[in-house]
């Protein structure tokens, strides 16, 4: 039997006079890679960002695990193991890859500058099990031969893989993947749905993903939800919404039926 992970009930954003989301319900079940698409306007990034705390909903709840996460920092939900990725990929440019992931796990004594200088020994050992973490990451998603790149060097399907390398070095329950096929060449396209496939598979991750790319979400997603005008329009596989009239006639075109 399937376990939810996280259910978005009843959410209504507006802002001024424009109705965002509309009474949008979505349920995420755990283990899941669930896709959600809509034409520009439907209400997905705005319901990303209610989910993952940059926005507050005007009324309505985001439960994970049973507990009411409404309206929390995406700090907050940091710690709590959600994690977001953004369209354009946020690296700092000017250190290097491995560096990225270093900086990821929070609450490092290294932090303290007191206790930095009185126990530089433990400093360094916790380091040292970090960056071990890091290269054992790097080496899954098979990109540790960039590991000494300077971040801002790498190209965008590169940096799309190191934002998913950062989730990796915290406990990662979900992770809502904004675009991630966006700007990113077919071969690198491949490798990092191979390793969104991995994370599901090995790692047990549960994924949401925002994607106007329908042969990546059809590869990758079960179940897709259809949003249009705020709302869910429908859920289900990519075969149905292929076989769907009220999908294909809202936007989606004749195209998708192959």
């Not at 490092?108 to 970090?130: F, P, T, W």
């Not at 009239?245 to 075109?253: C, K, R, W």
């Amino acid at each position: 039997m399937s376990e939810t992970l996280l259910n978005v009930q009843n959410i209504v954003k507006r802002f001024g006079g424009l109705v965002a989301l509309n009474d949008c319900t979505i349920d995420i079940e755990k283990g899941s890679i669930t896709g959600i698409i809509g034409p520009n306007g439907s209400g997905k990034s705005t319901l990303f960002n209610v989910i993952t705390g940059h926005l507050k909903p005007e009324s309505g709840s985001v439960l994970y695990n049973g507990e009411n996460i409404t309206g929390l920092e995406s700090y907050e939900l940091f710690e709590l193991g959600m994690l977001r990725t953004f369209q354009i990929a946020h690296e700092f440019t000017n250190m290097t890859v491995v560096e990225n992931l270093m900086v990821v796990p929070g609450n490092q004594a290294g932090e303290n500058l007191l206790y930095s200088l009185v126990n530089r020994r433990k400093i360094q050992e916790e380091d040292d099990v970090i960056k071990q973490k890091a290269f054992e990451v790097l080496e899954f998603l098979k990109i540790d031969h960039l590991k000494n790149e300077l971040a801002g060097n790498l190209s965008g399907g590169q940096k799309k893989l190191l934002e998913l390398a950062r989730t990796m070095m915290v406990d990662a329950k979900i992770v809502f993947l904004d675009e991630v096929g966006a700007g990113v060449n077919k071969t690198l396209l491949n490798d990092i749905a191979d390793s969104i496939l991995r994370l599901n598979n090995e790692k047990g991750y549960t994924f949401c993903m925002i994607e106007h790319d329908f042969d990546l979400i059809s590869r990758l997603c079960d179940p897709i939800i259809v949003l249009a005008e705020g709302s869910v329009l429908f859920k289900g596989t990519a075969d149905e919404i292929r076989k769907n009239d009220e999908v294909i006639e809202s936007y989606l075109g004749r195209g998708v039926k192959k």
